[in-house]
């Protein structure tokens, strides 16, 4: 994982799921990759994913969405 990876994986931390989402089950298993083995590269659907909660969730971690806001999946529409 790369440090901005790291860094928006910990962040989830302090985000609110609705119990037993896909969502908050893919953040934990995000926030524990990047706790437990850091040195594991994402496949690209996981960066993907990763993006898309990030901006699914932003409003509770703003300072985290504005660094990263202009990833090309940070955003509502997908590329495809």
């Known amino acids: ?4 990876q790291i860094e928006i ?3 989830f ?3 609110t799921f609705f119990p037993g989402s896909w ?5 934990q298993s ?3 990759k990047a706790a437990q083995s850091p040195d594991e590269t994402l496949s690209e659907s996981m ?3 990763l993006y898309r909660l990030l901006y699914k969730y932003r409003k509770q971690v703003p300072r985290i969405y504005e660094k990263y806001q202009n990833n090309q999946f940070c955003n509502k529409k997908p590329n495809r």
């Open 23 to 27: 969502d908050k089950r893919f953040a």
């Open 1 to 4: 994982m790369t440090h901005e």
């Open 30 to 32: 995000m926030i524990y």
């Open 13 to 15: 931390m302090n985000v």
């Open 9 to 11: 994986a910990a962040s």
């Open 47 to 49: 960066n993907e994913w």
